[in-house]
């Protein structure tokens, strides 16, 4: 991966790495999990604004479709103002655009409040990349950047159980409240924790700084990559999605079950980025490709009928290759991107999330014919995955 210029290393020095980090990563479970603690309310959404419960789902996709879709916008203007303002700002406007769901009087307008809070999140995941990318020592930046993905894909079980908690307690409502005040607080200690950097030159128009995007995709080794991404949380939404719509052989069908199913993955996210350090010493682009190969064989090996507890350590392999694909995709995409970190790290953060909604959708179709055909579908798009990022290293530069 590229240095950053020399008048951020020389006059600041590298940023702390243990505060940056564990602070980055749980701001960034908590900004995640809004894509998922929708899912432990749908019913008291539905009653509040007299819909139903597959209606009321379309929250969970209004947001990510926005969350994605911000990414493009906000990944430029981080380069164009700076990493920590664009996070900062971002933050503080998620923390109001919460709270406006929560007097959403119906789904057409709790649709339009989960989109404004997709899109004020989506400030934040590409700016904290490329802060990591440009700002953590270069040891310690695979490090870095796994405990963040590590972080996203935890999102997805840790938000869930919290939600589902506060609501038994509380109310659906204080789940929002308690996202924003989570928000505000982030937006302080995020002030306070991220060194102010370089700003993007004056003389240039916002608008000339999306160009960078035009030309990222025009380089064949970036254009492979960005592909590639899709397999990455495309195949364990996917997976998951799989879970719970056709629960494998073994695991039972209750919701204490699944949960336990999913948390069962979370060791694996926490033991990846214990082994950065080992990892880094191994190429980016060879990591790809390894662990997508990897993540397809595992789910392949689900398919096999051998009851709960088989299903539940090839999850945990599956779960440890993907989280071993992201920092390796994202490191292998800034090495390559020059100065537009910002626009080349939004690109692979809208990748993943067009992924994370692809994979549903994957598994919807054939969840018909049970688990292992799931897993099937999974496996071939982690393989998928895996020979687009071989063809990365066989394309010629642009």
């Known amino acids: 991966m590229s240095s950053p210029p ?104 709790g649709l339009a409040a989960r989109v404004a809070q997709g899109l004020t999140a989506s400030f934040f995941a590409p700016a904290a990349f490329a802060y990591l990318a440009e700002r953590v020592a270069p040891h310690r930046r695979v ?62 128009s916002v608008g000339s700084v999306f160009t960078a995007f035009a030309g990222l995709l025009r380089a064949p080794r970036l254009a492979l990559l960005y592909l590639s991404c899709l397999a990455v949380l495309g195949s364990f939404v996917g997976i998951y999605t799989g879970v719970q719509l056709a629960p494998p052989e073994g695991v039972g069908t209750g919701s204490t079950a699944l949960l336990v199913l999913r948390a069962s993955a979370i060791p694996a996210m926490i033991a990846v980025p214990l082994l950065a350090t080992r990892l880094a010493a191994i190429n980016p682009e060879l990591r790809l490709i390894t662990a997508l190969s990897a993540a397809g064989a595992a789910a392949a090996i689900t398919a096999v009928p051998l009851g709960g507890i088989w299903v539940a350590t090839w999850l945990f ?24 970190r910002g626009a080349a790290t939004a690109l692979y953060t809208f ?13 919807n179709l054939v969840a018909g014919n049970g688990f292992p055909a799931v897993a099937l579908a999974i496996s071939a798009l982690g393989f998928a995955g895996a020979t687009l990022a071989f063809a990365s290293t066989k394309a010629q530069p642009a």
Do not use: H, K, M, N
Request: hydrophobic share 55%; with cysteine; charged share 10%.
């Open 317 to 340: 392999v599956f779960v440890a290759a993907v989280a071993v694909a992201a920092p390796a995709a994202v490191q292998a995409i800034a090495a390559q991107a020059g100065e537009a």
């Open 143 to 204: 490090f870095a950047l796994t405990c963040l993905t590590s972080s996203f894909l935890a999102a997805g079980v840790i938000a869930q159980v919290l939600a589902q908690l506060v609501d038994d307690t509380f109310g659906w409502r204080a789940v929002f409240v308690a996202s924003a005040v989570g928000f505000a607080i982030s937006a302080l200690l995020l002030r306070g924790v991220l060194e102010p950097g370089r700003r993007g030159d004056s003389a240039a």
């Open 6 to 109: 020399a008048t951020e290393t020389t006059v600041r020095g590298w940023a702390p790495t243990g505060r940056t980090v564990a602070t980055i990563c749980a701001v960034g479970i908590l900004v995640v999990g809004q894509l998922y603690v929708v899912l432990p309310v749908l019913g008291d959404l539905a009653q509040v604004w007299g819909t139903s419960r597959a209606a009321a789902t379309w929250t969970t996709t209004a947001f990510g479709l926005a969350y994605g879709a911000g990414f493009l916008v906000t990944g430029p203007l981080s380069d164009r103002w700076g990493r920590r303002p664009v996070i900062v700002g971002g933050l503080a406007a998620t923390a109001l655009s919460t709270l406006v769901v929560i007097a959403a009087p119906s789904l057409g307008t």
């Open 351 to 363: 990748a993943l999330f067009l992924g994370a909604s692809a994979g549903p959708q994957l598994a």
